[in-house]
Every structure is written in structure tokens, then in C-alpha cells.
């Protein structure tokens, strides 16, 4: 059974940074491209990044050019460093795998909450 746990999210103030981390067991990850979501309040869960099984990295409009995500396939860990936070970053952050036609496994963890005010 695959089991999913985020951590890292925090309150901050606008401009500051975070590193979320994940760790992913019940599976190794190292053959499967994973990815960072976000979900607002009241929104549907979005895609912020991604990192393909070599380690190519994928940001979406909303990080690019601020995040970082990187993977420890030894540690079955993902990360994503977020820098120049803004209140519209608040939310749960989640890791999964990427998106795919095949889902590998089905489950999701319990996030790890962002808040970003002043």
C-alpha cells in the first residue's frame, strides 16, 4: 500500500521561502516521473511542478522562475523549494506522481498546509 507524507508548509511572510519535502513508501519512486500540486481554498487541485525518473524538472506558469524540485530516488523523497512566496501560494501543497494515463497507484496524502500573509 502506498503511503504518501508531506511535510514542510508553514505560515510565512510574502517574499519568504519554503522547502516542502515528501516521502513516498510502499513503492519505489525511482521509475516514475512525481510532481508537486496545489490546491487554493475553494479551488480545484493544480500541477505546479514536475521531475521526470532522470531528474528533468517541469514548472508550470504559476512557480517558474522561483521553485525547484528535486528528487532523493535512494530516500523515495521529492522536494520543491519555493522562493518570493505570495499570498496567492497559500494552500495545500501535495506530491504525487506526475500526471499520467496509467496512475501507478492510488493514493494521495494529507498535504501540507501554506499560508502565505503578512
Known amino acids: 500500500q502506498v503511503r504518501i507524507v508531506e511535510s514542510g508548509g508553514g505560515f510565512v511572510q510574502p517574499g519568504g521561502s519554503l522547502t516542502l519535502s515528501c516521502v513516498v513508501s510502499g513503492t519505489a519512486i525511482d521509475i516514475y516521473a512525481m510532481g508537486w500540486y496545489r490546491q487554493a481554498a475553494g479551488s480545484q487541485r493544480e500541477l505546479l511542478a514536475t521531475?521526470?525518473?532522470?531528474?528533468?524538472?517541469y514548472y508550470e506558469d504559476s512557480v517558474w522562475g522561483r521553485s525547484t524540485i528535486s528528487r532523493d530516488n535512494a530516500k523515495n523523497t521529492v522536494n520543491l523549494l519555493l522562493n518570493s512566496l505570495k499570498p496567492e501560494d497559500s494552500g495545500t501543497y501535495y506530491c504525487n506522481y506526475a500526471p499520467s494515463d496509467s496512475p501507478p497507484w492510488d493514493a494521495w496524502g494529507q498535504g501540507t498546509q501554506v499560508t502565505v500573509s503578512s
Open positions: 521531475i521526470s525518473s532522470g531528474g528533468s524538472p
